[in-house]
């Protein structure tokens, strides 16, 4: 390799292959080149990740188009409480103190009117309350002297502090109150040190609730007014979305072991994963649905915590079938004759279930009693016990020597099959005791969602619910028939 000449831009090599045969130019580039090239990489590079980050976001607000309207709501809450740092009177009424208004709103303002609702309230309380305490602490403290003061308003801290938190430990307390017992704690310690050393305490307790009060009340009107997002709904939606999952898993997997097909129906098979998942989602959404005025076709004392009992009962029959996955995707193989005698019974106990889970997410959807579960779920119970009685005559199919007595009395079924071994049998009765066991966590899943048509007075087929009902059938005193109690008392 030798240089040939040198360019402007540096010395350009020849580079001579082993056989001769060829000769490759090389040129070296100079540092300003080097310069030029690396940046416009790093440009490119860079536009290429604000053009992923950009899609990534376009799709995300596409998906769920909810999340770009909570920002704009947002947005929306905060250019009005802002109007009193524009506004020379409103500023003048509430001082300097309004920037606690733009917090309020800022620490408050969640994607549902159910937690919004929640915190606004919980401020409001403990910052009334925490801060007429104050005041009360900071006159008693005036009144003991110069000595005492300090004293009087440490010990008020650590006393209120230590009770509100401990307060936050006790599961009541913290479903309903978290929030404000910390905004307590913080209002009560603020406002009782800084009253110690501001002379006009009370103008400053005056300023900071009313700012807070008014951030509260921005949130709550813009949450409710613009495109409000109910969590009861949420929750009703998020129930009824997952007992179709779970019907679809339960008959899915049973199918696809019984048929050895795998395909298009792998994904609701894996249904049952997100019920066992939303307990968290479920929880938060009933909590956050009890502080919710009335709206659409719930009322404001609907039966939130009924939607987590329907859950817990969802979740054991999920564990029941991921139990019934794992069986089926397990090494060891049923015999194919034990599983043809057991298939037609399998598929009738899961297709059974299914219909009546299916029947009971259509009973929650549309708020409306079911005329037909009860059948369905007599069909169920007789589909269980048939497949008790295909148990039973498995008991002739042990790989156990039999006698010549007994071959004469065999039955028709071992005949077909044949001596299975034990190991075989075990996969398809154990998948069939799961069965039975999903189909009674199924009917105690029709208990609960009874329940729940019993405390919110779901509507019956004629569209009256069950309260108008049994008032439609008292009959009037001017009415009753003679012979009744109350005619023979009148005479």
Same mark, same amino acid.
């Given at each position: 390799?030798?240089?040939?000449?040198?360019?402007?831009? @540096?010395?350009?090599?020849?580079?001579? !292959?082993?056989?001769? &045969?060829?000769?490759?130019?090389? %040129?070296?580039?100079? /540092?300003? +080149?080097?310069?030029?090239?690396?940046?416009?990489?790093?440009?490119?590079?860079?536009?290429?990740?604000?053009?992923?980050?950009?899609?990534?976001?376009?799709?995300?607000?596409?998906?769920?188009?909810?999340?770009?309207?909570?920002?704009?709501?947002?947005?929306?809450?905060?250019?009005?409480?802002?109007?009193?740092?524009?506004?020379?009177?409103?500023?003048?009424?509430?001082?300097?103190?309004?920037?606690?208004?733009?917090?309020?709103?800022?620490?408050?303002?969640?994607?549902?009117?159910?937690?919004?609702?929640?915190?606004?309230?919980?401020?409001?309380?403990?910052?009334?309350?925490?801060?007429?305490?104050?005041?009360?602490?900071?006159?008693?403290?005036?009144?003991? @002297?110069?000595?005492?003061?300090?004293? !009087?308003?440490?010990? &008020?801290?650590?006393?209120?502090? %230590?009770?509100?938190? /401990?307060? +936050?430990?006790?599961?009541?307390?913290?479903?309903?109150?978290?929030?404000?017992?910390?905004?307590?704690?913080?209002?009560?310690?603020?406002?009782?040190?800084?009253?110690?050393?501001?002379?006009?305490?009370?103008?400053?307790?005056?300023?900071?609730?009313?700012?807070?009060?008014?951030?509260?009340?921005?949130?709550?009107?813009?949450?409710?007014?613009?495109?409000?997002?109910?969590?009861?709904?949420?929750?009703?939606?998020?129930?009824?979305?997952?007992?179709?999952?779970?019907?679809?898993?339960?008959?899915?997997?049973?199918?696809?072991?019984?048929?050895?097909?795998?395909?298009?129906?792998?994904?609701?098979?894996?249904?049952?994963?997100?019920?066992?998942?939303?307990?968290?989602?479920?929880?938060?959404?009933?909590?956050?649905?009890?502080?919710?005025?009335?709206?659409?076709?719930?009322?404001?004392?609907?039966?939130?915590?009924?939607?987590?009992?329907?859950?817990?009962?969802?979740?054991?029959?999920?564990?029941?079938?991921?139990?019934?996955?794992?069986?089926?995707?397990?090494?060891?193989?049923?015999?194919?004759?034990?599983?043809?005698?057991?298939?037609?019974?399998?598929?009738?106990?899961?297709?059974?279930?299914?219909?009546?889970?299916?029947?009971?997410?259509?009973?929650?959807?549309?708020?409306?009693?079911?005329?037909?579960?009860?059948?369905?779920?007599?069909?169920?119970?007789?589909?269980?016990?048939?497949?008790?009685?295909?148990?039973?005559?498995?008991?002739?199919?042990?790989?156990?020597?039999?006698?010549?007595?007994?071959?004469?009395?065999?039955?028709?079924?071992?005949?077909?099959?044949?001596?299975?071994?034990?190991?075989?049998?075990?996969?398809?009765?154990?998948?069939?005791?799961?069965?039975?066991?999903?189909?009674?966590?199924?009917?105690?899943?029709?208990?609960?969602?009874?329940?729940?048509?019993?405390?919110?007075?779901?509507?019956?087929?004629?569209?009256?619910?069950?309260?108008?009902?049994?008032?439609?059938?008292?009959?009037?005193?001017?009415?009753?028939?003679?012979?009744?109690?109350?005619?023979?008392?009148?005479?």
């Amino acid at each position: 390799m030798a240089p040939v000449k040198e360019g402007f831009e @540096g010395v350009e090599w020849r580079i001579r !292959v082993a056989d001769g &045969s060829s000769v490759v130019p090389v %040129s070296d580039i100079g /540092f300003a +080149r080097k310069v030029w090239l690396r940046a416009k990489g790093l440009v490119s590079c860079l536009g290429l990740n604000v053009w992923m980050f950009l899609k990534k976001a376009w799709d995300i607000g596409a998906n769920d188009p909810r999340k770009v309207i909570h920002c704009l709501k947002v947005g929306l809450a905060l250019t009005l409480v802002s109007l009193f740092y524009f506004m020379r009177p409103l500023y003048d009424g509430v001082g300097g103190n309004a920037m606690w208004a733009v917090m309020t709103v800022v620490l408050v303002f969640e994607p549902n009117v159910g937690a919004t609702l929640y915190k606004c309230l919980n401020r409001m309380f403990a910052t009334f309350l925490a801060g007429f305490l104050a005041f009360g602490v900071h006159w008693i403290a005036s009144q003991s @002297g110069d000595r005492f003061e300090p004293f !009087v308003v440490g010990a &008020s801290v650590f006393l209120l502090a %230590s009770m509100a938190t /401990f307060s +936050r430990f006790i599961p009541s307390v913290k479903s309903l109150f978290d929030y404000g017992a910390m905004i307590f704690i913080l209002t009560f310690s603020f406002v009782a040190v800084s009253g110690y050393r501001v002379d006009k305490l009370f103008d400053f307790a005056h300023q900071r609730i009313s700012t807070i009060f008014i951030g509260t009340s921005l949130c709550i009107l813009v949450i409710i007014l613009v495109c409000p997002i109910w969590c009861g709904q949420e929750l009703h939606g998020l129930t009824v979305r997952n007992m179709d999952k779970l019907a679809d898993s339960l008959n899915g997997c049973v199918a696809q072991y019984f048929t050895n097909i795998k395909g298009e129906d792998d994904k609701k098979v894996q249904g049952y994963k997100c019920v066992l998942s939303s307990k968290a989602s479920e929880d938060s959404m009933a909590n956050f649905a009890r502080w919710e005025p009335s709206h659409g076709q719930f009322n404001f004392r609907h039966p939130w915590k009924q939607y987590q009992k329907i859950g817990a009962s969802m979740r054991s029959c999920a564990y029941c079938i991921e139990a019934l996955n794992s069986c089926t995707n397990k090494e060891n193989k049923a015999a194919e004759s034990i599983k043809k005698h057991l298939s037609t019974s399998c598929l009738k106990v899961s297709s059974t279930s299914s219909s009546v889970i299916r029947e009971l997410a259509e009973t929650v959807k549309k708020m409306k009693t079911s005329p037909t579960i009860f059948m369905f779920v007599g069909e169920m119970n007789r589909a269980v016990e048939q497949l008790r009685n295909d148990l039973k005559s498995l008991s002739r199919l042990l790989d156990l020597s039999t006698t010549a007595e007994n071959k004469e009395h065999e039955t028709p079924l071992a005949e077909a099959t044949g001596s299975v071994s034990f190991m075989e049998i075990i996969p398809v009765v154990t998948l069939a005791s799961i069965l039975i066991d999903i189909a009674a966590r199924t009917e105690a899943l029709v208990g609960s969602v009874e329940e729940l048509a019993k405390l919110a007075d779901f509507a019956t087929n004629d569209g009256k619910s069950k309260k108008s009902e049994m008032k439609d059938k008292i009959v009037p005193d001017e009415e009753k028939p003679e012979g009744t109690l109350e005619a023979v008392q009148r005479v």
